[in-house]
């Protein structure tokens, strides 16, 4: 029981770390550019927010470009193929509910599970950084507890209503996150970050998203885990 | 607003109670989901003093299970404690216990240093290990429960295995000062915190555990092992009182011989029913009414409006400290328990 759990030590600059650190990079630049984009999307469609959707879509750009400079500063060309094909079922999702005007599926996937998948990352990916993109990673961390959840109190205000919809979307979305992490598991090893500790800061961060909507905790266990051991 | 953050004792336990529960999620699942399982606020907690007063509280399991220690899981048993930590601070709870393996991970891996965990600023005071209360119950079954079975204190050898912990050493402190025990036998791995313990005292027998037992007419047994420690073959006294104080409580089924009678230490029972379901799961025998006294404490500091961190750091209770615990275990209901 005296063992501590000791912080590793890194080469950040070895193969092995930057050829795995192209594929995470990538991911996390695409996922904000994804974020941007599919704000930008809805405040079409909800003219009544469009100019604060617009400022969210703005504060994802402004974290791509930090990440892009992670990227820059260990001489690391991100694979945005890689990362392109990593978000192509979670984006065809997106745009599917957007064409059929599921507003509530839409903010699922972007204001839910887009932003606690990337909390999660970024919140193990800070103690295990470089310092430089550990500062960059804290600031954004920052910014994004800092504004409110636009689809999460968009959700809230319209719980009874979109109940229904946020669990079937859950069911549709849920595994496709599993899905996606075990695909990264070894690269995210590479980079000090334990599967399982990404597992666990989502369901916190996406349960804590889940409480504050309404939902209670009994539905919100059940639909954290959704599809977790299937995957 | 009081909180509780428990665990289960078992893999298989807390599978069986995900079953019972209805959280077919959970409940076929292997230690690494518990891994990876964030903490959850399960239950409301409502508790009426033997005054009056009324309080309410949360429990928050953390998903802890003592596997992830002795499977080596360290990180997932630290995540564990500080996500829940994290969770009932989030939620406004104003004192904490930090129940079983809870206060035992956070000390032994010195989580004080890990004061963050994603957007909270971890603020101690509002958590206590409930050590105090523990100690103090299991000095008050030791002094209640030792005439039931003939055995006269100031005649009596008394041998605190886990000697040099928080509650042990705590214990130790009691029966030199408060009781006319004749001796002290004290027992734990580390010879230079025993030795330190001794010179406190100025009393105390420093011995191994199977020299220790054989001379014992009581037992307090305050180690907390993952795995635990068989002494079912080390011959001990009749009649002899075994308090078992440690985590989890297993000592009972494994005792078998004549004269020996083992009490659930650091247990109490309070007068009055408490609404809550967590106890049933954790196979209270009246889980209406018997709670861990760690916990009880918490729902003192609630009563007393004493929101701090009344237990903390290792090895700083003092007397006075559960005196002044104790008085108030009294005054709102609760008595140490003492059926066998």
Redesign the interface.
């Known amino acids: 029981?005296?063992?501590?759990?000791v912080r590793p030590e890194f080469d950040f600059t070895s193969e092995a770390y930057k050829d795995a650190y192209s594929r995470i990079n990538a991911i996390v630049i695409e996922g904000e550019e994804e974020a941007k984009n599919n704000y930008i999307a809805l405040g079409k469609v909800l003219p009544d927010h469009q100019a604060e959707l617009e400022k969210l879509a703005k504060m994802e750009a402004r974290h791509k470009k930090g990440f892009q400079a992670c990227g820059k500063n260990l001489s690391v060309t991100p694979d945005m193929q890689f990362a392109q094909d990593y978000f192509a079922a979670l984006h065809g999702n997106f745009q599917t509910a957007l064409a059929a005007d599921k507003i509530v599926t839409c903010f699922l996937i972007q204001s839910l599970i887009i932003e606690a998948f990337a909390?999660a990352a970024y919140?193990i990916y800070i103690p295990v950084a470089d310092p430089f993109a550990r500062k960059i990673t804290e600031g954004v961390?920052k910014d994004e507890?800092l504004h409110l959840n636009f689809g999460e109190e968009w959700l809230k205000a319209n719980f009874e209503s979109v109940k229904e919809e946020l669990e079937q979307a859950n069911k549709e979305n849920l595994p496709l996150v599993w899905k996606m992490l075990n695909q990264v598991e070894a690269d995210a090893h590479e980079l000090g970050m334990?599967?399982?500790?990404l597992?666990?800061?989502f369901?916190?961060?996406y349960?804590?998203a889940l409480a504050n909507i309404g939902f209670t905790?009994?539905e919100?266990?059940?639909m954290?885990?959704?599809g977790?051991?299937a995957a | 607003m009081f909180g509780l953050i428990g665990h289960l004792t078992s893999l298989e336990h807390a599978q069986r109670v995900a079953q019972r529960l209805g959280y077919s999620e959970y409940s076929d699942q292997g230690l690494d989901f518990w891994c990876a399982a964030p903490p959850q606020l399960v239950d409301d907690i409502t508790v009426t003093s033997a005054t009056g007063q009324t309080i309410y509280g949360k429990y928050v399991e953390s998903c802890f299970l003592p596997e992830m220690l002795s499977q080596r899981r360290i990180k997932a048993a630290i995540r564990k404690i500080l996500n829940a930590m994290a969770a009932a601070q989030k939620n406004g709870i104003q004192i904490t216990a930090l129940g079983g393996f809870s206060s035992i991970v956070f000390e032994n891996f010195s989580l004080k240093n890990q004061q963050r965990v994603r957007d909270v600023e971890l603020d101690y005071s509002r958590f206590t290990t409930g050590n105090t209360h523990t100690a103090y119950i299991i000095c008050r079954q030791v002094e209640q429960a030792a005439p039931k079975l003939g055995i006269d204190l100031s005649q009596a050898t008394v041998a605190v295995c886990g000697a040099t912990g928080d509650i042990g050493s705590a214990v130790c402190r009691w029966l030199d000062r408060q009781t006319d025990v004749q001796d002290l036998l004290l027992i734990a791995r580390n010879q230079e915190r025993l030795q330190n313990l001794q010179a406190e005292l100025g009393r105390g027998k420093i011995l191994g555990l199977e020299e220790a037992l054989p001379q014992a007419d009581i037992v307090v047994w305050v180690a907390s092992m993952p795995r635990g420690v068989d002494i079912s073959q080390i011959p001990l006294r009749n009649p002899c009182l075994l308090i078992d104080g440690g985590y989890p409580k297993n000592l009972d089924a494994k005792m078998q011989q004549p004269g020996v009678c083992v009490l659930k230490g650091g247990i109490v029972e309070h007068a009055l029913d408490i609404d809550w379901q967590i106890m049933e799961l954790v196979n209270m025998d009246v889980p209406g009414r018997q709670l861990f006294a760690c916990f009880a404490e918490a729902m003192l500091l609630e009563f007393e409006q004493l929101w701090t961190n009344f237990s903390w750091g290792r090895n700083q209770i003092t007397v006075e400290k559960m005196e002044q615990i104790g008085t108030a275990s009294c005054k709102h209901g609760f008595q140490p328990l003492l059926s066998f």
Request: proline content about 0%; aromatic content about 6%.
């Open positions: 029981m005296q063992e501590l759990a909390i919140n961390v507890y334990e599967k399982e500790a597992v666990e800061d369901m916190i961060s349960g804590e905790t009994r919100i266990m059940k954290s885990a959704y977790l051991t």
